[in-house]
């Protein structure tokens, strides 16, 4: 007998700035935005497979830039994305796809 199975990281969202999607605070163009999250424990440095960014509620992505950092203290990661300082005004969703497949997207609207 064969079965399949699937490993995800306890991934339960993402904590301030960020909010609850579709909520989209406010944060300044051209600054980095933090991505802040746990996945239960220390899971390591490369947890992040990808990051992008995409107008609101659009399909159409560009690939993102940024660097993560873990803090035991709190089990917090810390995804510091680039923003871009064309981006104020708008709206965007921000996605970090992790090493286990799964993608998870946070709101912003950008301000100058």
């Known amino acids: ?3 399949t199975y699937f490993v995800a990281y306890d991934f339960a969202g993402f904590f301030s700035p960020a909010a609850a999607f579709p909520t989209a605070p406010s944060v300044k163009a051209g600054e980095g935005v933090p991505l802040k999250f746990s996945l239960n ?15 609101c509620g659009s399909a159409d992505q560009s690939a993102g830039d940024g660097t993560l950092t873990y803090n035991s203290a709190n089990d917090r990661y810390t ?22 497949g799964t ?3 946070a709101r912003f609207t950008f301000t100058r």
């Open 41 to 55: 424990g220390n899971q390591g440095l490369d947890v992040v497979a990808a990051a992008a960014s995409a107008p």
């Open 79 to 100: 995804y510091l994305m680039s923003s871009a300082k064309a981006w104020a005004g708008t709206c965007r969703d921000l996605v970090l796809t992790l090493r286990d």
């Open 103 to 105: 993608s998870h997207r």
């Open 1 to 3: 007998m064969t079965s």
